[in-house]
């Protein structure tokens, strides 16, 4: 009798303790993290703005193009692309993407490093059919970044990326929080190069979340 007693209040207490561990309070970064966690920095050394248009470049010459977003499985197929590729020309920027942060009462207009974003392409119209197919989402199988998120949605976790340092330059990472100061295990986000077999571009660049694979090293350069 008293073993179920025990387990009653253990079952009766674990909601609770779950639910105050994920608190608002304990996810919100700090009133000074502006201070503890500096901008992220574009090409021209300018703090990333939320809402401003930049490029998502490899950091090193040679390394392919900027981001774009594709059909990956077949082309063919009469839906809104949403799968994250690298264009493999060095000489195309690729399309634009703007940043928001979690908490832009806490942040303001800067993009700080180590705070979960949503990213998000670029659309010229929010009306449009694939205009709702432009915002970064970790897939399912917590394996490759797609176009199928929504913007400003704290519950939905898969929404939400950090760009952290990485030399002199940046890398994106994906943390299963929105909780700024906490010690977890992220995933970097990598080009993962996979041959379709298919069409003329046998192999594919997919943003991928990465296992023990070098991470996608970045600089963003401000669009026109």
Known sequence: MKSLVLFLSIALFLPLALSSTFSSDLLLPS??????YPSVLDTDGNPLNVGVKYFVLPSLRGMGGGL?????????????????????????????VE?????????????????????????????SRCANFTVWKMDKKYKYVVGRGKLGVL??????????PYGKDYRFVYCPTLCVPCKIRCLDLFISYEDMKQGENKVIRRLAASGNELPFSVKFKKAD
């Open 31 to 36: 009133e000074d993290s502006s201070n503890a």
């Open 68 to 96: 774009i977003l594709s059909r990956v499985v077949d082309k063919n197929v009469k839906v809104c692309p949403q799968d994250i590729v690298q264009d493999p020309n060095e000489l195309h920027r690729g399309r634009p």
């Open 99 to 127: 940043f928001f942060p979690a908490y832009p009462d806490k942040t303001g207009k800067l993009i700080l490093r180590n705070n979960p974003i949503n990213v998000k392409f670029y659309s010229p119209s929010n009306t």
């Open 155 to 164: 519950n939905n976790i898969r929404n939400w990326f950090r760009i952290v």
